[in-house]
């Protein structure tokens, strides 16, 4: 299994003001990626980071607001632009290792938008 | 890929046997099942998974049925730390890629 850390693990922030989200992997991982999960919902993923190319958005998803980097195997980040209170979930990252598809999440970060 | 149906909730016993039902019946040929859960607050777990013959782990059991239709996710002994939204998800086998689609998932209490 990937061990996957997070930071911030939660953070407040002011309306209008963007975060950024990192994950990090201790090993090399080929796919990544970005979830949502909005306040007693379920997870929605918001995109899929590839290394050394653009990350592939889910429909209702757009890079302008959820602009990602992933610069390399075992990293990648999120930002959340110009935040309202809507944007005030939990964000996780998660990674698909091979060969058996499994795919591990993060703890998660916990994001208030005041 | 194809929709799941799961009840919203249920109630265990610890060290009954929990048994998590969920409902397939769109699955195509190369969909695999998946299990995941999610304890509060938490980032969630992978379980199992299978395609078409039982499976059985440290954690769980997976019974699928023959049409492949509905699976169980059986859990032997179930404890408080069972207690959690059990997420039942179906997906395509890539080889690369791995995206998962949650549904609402059953919320399963396990009492004393």
């Known amino acids: 299994s990937a061990v996957i850390s997070q930071k911030p693990s939660r953070d407040i922030c002011q309306r209008g003001t963007s975060l950024t989200i990192q994950c990090q992997v201790d090993s090399q991982v080929t796919m990544m990626f970005w979830y949502r999960q909005q306040p007693g919902q379920s997870l929605t993923l918001i995109a899929t980071?590839?290394?050394?190319?653009?990350?592939?958005?889910e429909s209702g998803f757009v890079i302008d607001k959820f602009p990602i980097s992933r610069p390399n195997l075992t990293f990648s980040t999120l930002t959340v632009s110009n935040m309202s209170p809507e944007d005030s979930s939990i964000y996780l990252c998660s990674v698909g290792t091979a060969p058996y598809n499994e795919q591990f999440f993060g703890p998660g970060t916990r994001l208030t938008v005041l | 890929d194809a929709k799941t149906t799961q009840p919203t909730s249920m109630d265990c016993a610890e060290g009954r046997a929990a048994n998590l039902p969920c409902n397939h019946s769109?699955?195509?040929?190369?969909?695999?099942v998946y299990w995941y859960r999610q304890i509060h607050s938490q980032g969630p777990q992978y379980i199992i998974h299978g395609l078409k013959n039982n499976e059985t782990n440290e954690m769980a059991s997976l019974i699928i049925t023959e049409d492949r239709k509905s699976s169980t996710l059986i859990l032997p002994h179930a404890t408080l730390r069972d207690t959690a939204v059990y997420y039942c998800?179906?997906?395509?086998?890539?080889?690369?890629?791995?995206?998962?689609?949650f549904g609402t998932g059953t919320r399963l209490q396990v009492t004393l």
């Open positions: 998800i179906v997906r395509t086998y890539t080889g690369t890629a791995s995206k998962l689609t």
């Open positions: 769109t699955i195509s040929g190369n969909e695999y």
């Open positions: 980071a590839n290394q050394g190319s653009e990350a592939t958005y």
